[in-house]
């Protein structure tokens, strides 16, 4: 059984530039979330989805935005790019929503580097 | 607001010693907690969760750990550590009340065994 896929693994950019980040479930799971890890600041929740729709939203500014598609995979994408964006972006899914015992499984997430 | 604190950056021990990674949380409804490991260029693997029950919960890899709600943590633990149990480990809590996904971590622990 296939993990949590996350394209591209690796990405440079310079600065003002955007940025979208991929993200394909395990097979069957329903919900998506984004967190983004940083030396700095650790781990960070970005937003969650479900059903197409975010069910909630971490404290990052706009420039942060997401979305889910139909078949539950999800992207989220980055404007105008800024230094201090450069982490490793993690995706992780999970079965189904709501209860909290789901265990959200991690892919290998996307190393973002700004430059 | 739910947060979690892991109070030690780094945990040594030698190998076949036993080892604990700390944690203590804070959560306004009741606490799922959760402990992840990381391994180098990786994402988050699942190790074990407490949701409810037997407040000694055992999960993968031989690891276990002890929920204690007097003093509100949830410490991570193995009888007889080895080298490659080397890696970051987080600890996270999600409210249960609150109807979301979103986990909040630890700033995570350092664990080095040494041969």
């Known amino acids: 059984k296939a993990g949590v896929t996350q394209t591209p693994r690796y990405l440079i950019k310079t600065r003002g530039q955007q940025v979208t980040l991929s993200c394909s479930p395990i097979s069957g799971h329903r919900s998506v979330s984004w967190y983004q890890q940083t030396p700095g600041q650790g781990l960070q929740f970005l937003f969650e989805?479900?059903?197409?729709?975010?069910?909630n939203k971490g404290n990052f500014p706009g420039r942060f935005s997401g979305r889910q598609f139909s078949n539950s995979r999800s992207e989220m994408n980055v404007s105008t790019l800024e230094l201090g964006d450069s982490a490793l972006y993690l995706c992780?899914?999970?079965?189904?929503?709501?209860?909290?015992?789901?265990?959200?499984?991690f892919g290998a997430g996307s190393r973002l580097t700004v430059l | 607001a739910q947060s979690v604190a892991q109070p030690e950056d780094q945990v040594n021990v030698a190998e076949g010693n036993p080892l604990t990674v700390k944690c203590t949380y804070s959560v306004s409804g009741n606490p799922y907690l959760f402990w992840y490991v990381q391994y180098p260029n990786r994402g988050l693997q699942f190790l074990l969760k407490?949701?409810?029950?037997?407040?000694l919960v055992k999960g993968s890899y031989g690891f276990e750990a002890e929920f204690n709600k007097s003093q509100t943590s949830f410490h991570l633990k193995k009888p007889s550590a080895l080298v490659s149990d080397s890696a970051l480990y987080f600890c996270?809590?999600?409210?249960?009340?609150?109807?979301?996904?979103?986990?909040?971590f630890g700033t995570g622990t350092r664990l080095l065994v040494s041969p």
């Open positions: 996270a809590v999600r409210d249960g009340a609150a109807g979301f996904q979103k986990l909040v």
């Open positions: 992780a899914s999970s079965l189904e929503y709501g209860s909290g015992a789901n265990v959200l499984t």
């Open positions: 989805y479900f059903s197409e729709t975010q069910r």
């Open positions: 407490y949701i409810t029950g037997d407040n």
